[in-house]
């Protein structure tokens, strides 16, 4: 079975400094990996995704994510956070391998930036 | 807006009552996903469609729980005496292609509140 962990409920950075996010996954085979932010009443925006290749994904609104096979773990990532970066982001992962179809999500992170 | 809809955004009901919900995908869109978010948790997988057919569903789906897509363009998720325990935000998602790589993008969710 796939699993995805974010061992961090909260995470709270200062305007303009950068900002981690933490995931690690569990799958049985090669991963499809995911990051979803979620604003208040609203459904999930999709910011980047790692299929294959180099290990520095690049996404949405100067967000980036580093897919590391060793420690299993895909960390999303920011050189400057913004106030308006604050919401609840989703780590996501699809086993290549097939079975269920559908995404395994963690828990969230609540990202509070600051001013 | 071409993005996916959901109809209602939120539906109050008392115990025992049935629902449905409504999805409207991203136009074209070949798969179309349904899932479940509860407060303080990822969403999780319910069930998917490729174009008509329902090829997979999650074990969280129970008897209670049914979803149609009939001619390949909404779809409909119904659930039947209704419980508490019912309560949660339900999320739609489609994505365009057949492969496992493509991107899910999401609905806004129908807001559920079993009294």
């Known amino acids: 079975a796939q699993s995805v962990a974010q061992p961090e409920d909260q995470v709270n950075v200062a305007e303009g400094n950068p900002l981690t996010v933490k995931c690690t996954y569990s799958v049985s085979g090669n991963p499809y990996l995911f990051w979803y932010v979620q604003y208040p009443n609203r459904g999930l925006q999709f910011l980047l995704k790692?299929?294959?290749?180099?290990?520095l994904v690049k996404g949405s609104y100067g967000f980036e994510a580093e897919f590391n096979k060793s420690q299993t773990s895909f960390h999303l990532k920011k050189p400057s956070a913004l106030v308006s970066d604050s919401a609840l982001y989703f780590c996501a992962v699809r086993d290549k391998r097939g079975g269920a179809d559908g995404l395994t999500f963690g828990k969230g992170t609540h990202l509070i930036i600051q001013p | 807006d071409t993005g996916v809809s959901q109809d209602p955004r939120h539906k109050i009901t008392k115990r025992g009552q049935n629902v449905t919900f409504r999805c409207d995908p991203i136009s074209e869109h070949n798969r179309l996903y349904w899932y479940r978010q509860t407060l303080g948790q990822g969403p999780e997988f319910l069930t998917y469609?490729?174009?008509?057919?329902?090829?997979?569903k999650s074990r969280l789906l129970s008897d209670r729980f049914s979803a149609e897509r009939p001619k390949g363009s909404f779809s409909t998720l119904e659930i039947q005496r209704t419980e508490q325990g019912d309560s949660a935000m339900y999320l739609c998602a489609s994505s365009p292609g057949t492969g496992n790589t493509d991107t899910q993008y999401f609905g806004p969710g129908t807001r559920l509140t079993v009294l």
């Open positions: 469609f490729q174009n008509e057919a329902q090829l997979e």
């Open positions: 790692y299929i294959t290749g180099d290990n």
